[in-house]
């Protein structure tokens, strides 16, 4: 990674500086697991995505469906995107009790894993078992109390982890230490930490309410050892953020293990919790009382409410979209992505400029297919054009009755 910063400050851009093209590079090879392998010119995709490809006015104008995958046949509640060994991989998780692995190029399905006895509330990829092309891994949570984790490669399930006592919910690799962490919040009122290299519980944090989502706080830029021993897991200066049904937000010392803050956040169940990658005290979070809001950790304070969404908010994203007015007043440019998406039971995903403080656009499931949107994400499709760009940014969503869609 030194080696291509490095040469990324070499490089003329206007638009963003040497270590603000670092900050949204790590958060963005993490979000979207970029590989490198696939990627010949790592410095022309940075220069495209800051200067042209996260422009949310192109996006506005040009998107459009470009891929349906077809297999599930209830809720797909979540789904993540991986890059392994030169291929492009999406999961997902659904209601109908199975996880699989879905192959991007040719929206095939290649994976079909189901051991779960109840239906599926969260699938992640797992960094650390795919760190240096190990092993492409796929974890789990489900209401049948468990997380699995299942190899690609044998298509077999080779962990389950049981200890919860009820519903297992969101799920959250580290941003430390190459994903070895992983937290899992649950219906039993519970946060649990716990290593993915043995497989044993390190921490319990206790709620007062059912917990439905989990975020650690993102890497961090400034830290000179990323493999830091202080702390229970080495995790000096990172936070755990987590929503309740109750509508309540905390904040976890990792070190520490203590409560930072708690927000009375929402008036319903908040479904979705993340970490701005570009303002470090920032938090987003979509609930069923139909908004999404920003909140500062520094001030204790919310930032702004969005509340054009007519049912359900199921999930929250900022995303790699920046506005073509995203300036300071002396006409200097900033890099501060700017544009957060969500979607809804109202079979919508919308994209909110916090500065401006309102919706930008609109994207509306289909009627008669969709029926409303469970989850989305971001991805970077390799570009089969013939430009500079070496792959293009994506929005990726899963649907209320099966289908998960592509636009761009």
């Not at 230490?177 to 206790?206: A, P, Q």
């Not at 989502?213 to 229970?232: A, H, R, T, Y």
Request: glycine residues 6%.
């Amino acid at each position: 990674m030194t080696t291509i910063l490095s040469k990324e400050k070499e490089t003329s851009i206007q638009l963003l500086e040497g270590k603000e093209i670092k900050i949204i590079t790590q958060h963005w090879i993490r979000i979207l697991n970029i590989n490198l392998g696939w990627i010949n010119d790592f410095n022309k995709l940075i220069v495209n995505y800051a200067t042209t490809v996260f422009i949310i006015d192109t996006f506005r104008s040009s998107s459009n469906l470009i891929k349906t995958f077809i297999g599930h046949t209830n809720n797909v509640c979540s789904i993540d995107y991986s890059t392994f060994d030169g291929s492009q991989y999406l999961c997902s998780g659904s209601w109908d009790c199975t996880v699989r692995v879905w192959d991007v190029e040719t929206a095939e399905q290649i994976r079909l894993f189901n051991g779960h006895s109840s239906q599926i509330i969260c699938v992640k990829f797992s960094p650390y078992h795919g760190m240096d092309n190990r092993s492409l891994t796929i974890c789990s949570s489900s209401d049948d109390k468990t997380i699995r984790f299942w190899d690609f490669k044998t298509a077999k399930e080779f962990q389950v982890l049981n200890e919860h006592t009820d519903s297992v919910c969101g799920i959250e690799f580290s941003s430390f230490n190459n994903g070895r962490y992983l937290c899992s919040g649950s219906y039993d009122d519970t946060i649990r930490l716990w290593d993915v290299e043995t497989f044993k519980t390190l921490h319990i944090f206790e709620h007062g309410d059912t917990v439905r989502c989990v975020e650690f706080s993102p890497l961090q830029s400034n830290s000179k050892d990323k493999n830091n021993s202080i702390g229970v897991i080495g995790g000096n200066g990172y936070t755990i953020c987590s929503g309740t049904n109750n509508g309540v937000i905390h904040l976890w010392d990792v070190e520490t293990t203590k409560q930072l803050i708690l927000f009375d956040a929402h008036k319903s169940w908040i479904r979705s919790i993340k970490y701005s990658p570009y303002e470090a005290n920032v938090i987003c979070s979509g609930s069923d009382d139909k908004t999404v809001r920003l909140w500062d950790i520094r001030s204790n304070k919310e930032i702004n409410v969005f509340k054009e969404h007519t049912n359900d908010v199921k999930a929250a994203e900022f995303s790699p979209f920046v506005s073509n007015n995203n300036s300071h007043s002396d006409g200097k440019s900033i890099t501060n992505a700017n544009i957060i998406c969500s979607g809804s039971s109202d079979n919508t995903i919308r994209f909110w400029d916090i500065r401006a403080n309102k919706q930008v656009h609109l994207i509306k499931g289909n009627d008669h297919e969709d029926n409303g949107i469970c989850s989305l994400t971001f991805l970077a499709l390799k570009n089969k054009a013939k430009d500079n760009c070496a792959c293009r940014v994506s929005l990726c969503y899963g649907s209320y009755k099966g289908p998960i869609r592509v636009w761009r």
